[in-house]
């Protein structure tokens, strides 16, 4: 059973950081990307960051560029989104998703097989 559990969301002041972890099972880091995505109050749900099976590619959208950091550790079935400099337009629910190999089609949600049950990230001004 292909599972997605995302952890390490909270409150967090502007200028602040928070590590997002995206803990899988039911099928190999090896072989897949692992794509990041937010959705705030009232908006789309929109692509953040994806990393590609054996970290071939990592992408981010131009929105956080700079900030973000995606990565991967195989051996703990664990993709990990760190976030800094976080601003309140960062304010969102996150979510992890497996989908294909590579990420170059991450932007768009069809790329998505499967969803992580999302987790709040708050970012006060």
């Known amino acids: 059973q292909v599972q997605l559990v995302e952890s390490g969301g909270g409150l967090v002041h502007t200028g602040g950081s928070l590590r997002l972890s995206c803990a899988i099972s039911?099928?190999?880091?090896?072989?897949?990307?692992i794509g990041w995505y937010r959705q705030a109050p009232g908006k789309g749900r929109e692509g953040v960051s994806c990393?590609?099976?054996?970290?071939?590619?990592?992408y981010y959208a131009d929105s956080v560029k700079g900030r973000f950091t995606v990565s991967r550790d195989n051996a703990k079935n664990t993709v990990y989104l760190q976030m800094n400099n976080l601003k309140p337009e960062d304010t969102a629910t996150y979510y992890c998703?497996?989908?294909?190999?590579?990420?170059?089609?991450?932007?768009?949600?069809?790329?998505?097989?499967?969803w992580g049950q999302g987790i709040q990230v708050t970012v006060s001004s």
């Open positions: 998703a497996k989908g294909a190999h590579y990420c170059s089609g991450y932007m768009s949600l069809a790329w998505v097989q499967y």
């Open positions: 039911g099928f190999s880091l090896d072989f897949t990307g």
């Open positions: 990393i590609s099976s054996h970290d071939v590619d990592a």
